[in-house]
Structures are given as C-alpha cells and as structure tokens.
C-alpha cells in the first residue's frame, strides 16, 4: 500500500516567519526514515500504512505544541492498495508523457 500525505503544519503565534519551528519538524522527518519531499507550501510524505503517516502527523504537533499556543494544519491524503513509490510514480507518468516537469 501507498499511503501519500501531504501537510503543512506551524504554528499561528510565532510571527510573520516560522521557519525555526517548521526545521524541527523537517528535522524528525528525515530522522523517520520516511521518503519526503519538501515543498514552499508543504510537505509531502510516503509511508506504507495510514497509522505510519498520521504517526508523523502527531509528532510533527507534539514538537510543535511544546512552545505554541496555536498550531495550524492542513492534510491531504491519497491512499493506494497494492502500489508502492506513489511519490515518484506518478511524476514518472506524466513525464512519460510530455517530459521533464521539474527543474
């Protein structure tokens, strides 16, 4: 199973910039283990299980909530049975179709 989720988490109360509170949680997904792509607006995550995926949905909060007093968070999921690479799969296909897509 393909289990893709995509996020974006931060605290309201911190100011115009969060980017210290969103590291740490950037930090512990490349600690997961997990395959992760980082994005300006998110960031999207592939695991094999739905509890894998909401796992890193709830530590991603517990560092967060240790300072804030307001954490704000957007989800989208996309889960697939019997697939796997999900994330890199489906840029594949529309390259396939029309070329590279990325720069």
Known sequence: MSVLLEYAMFPTDKGGSVSEYVSRVIEMIRNSGV???LTPMG????TETLDEALEIVKKSYEI???D???VYSNIKLDIRKG???CMTGKIDSIEAKIGKVNK
């Open 35 to 37: 395959s992760y792509k």
């Open 83 to 85: 697939r796997k690479n």
């Open 43 to 46: 960031t999207i995550i592939e």
């Open 68 to 70: 804030s007093g307001r």
């Open 64 to 66: 967060l909530e240790k």
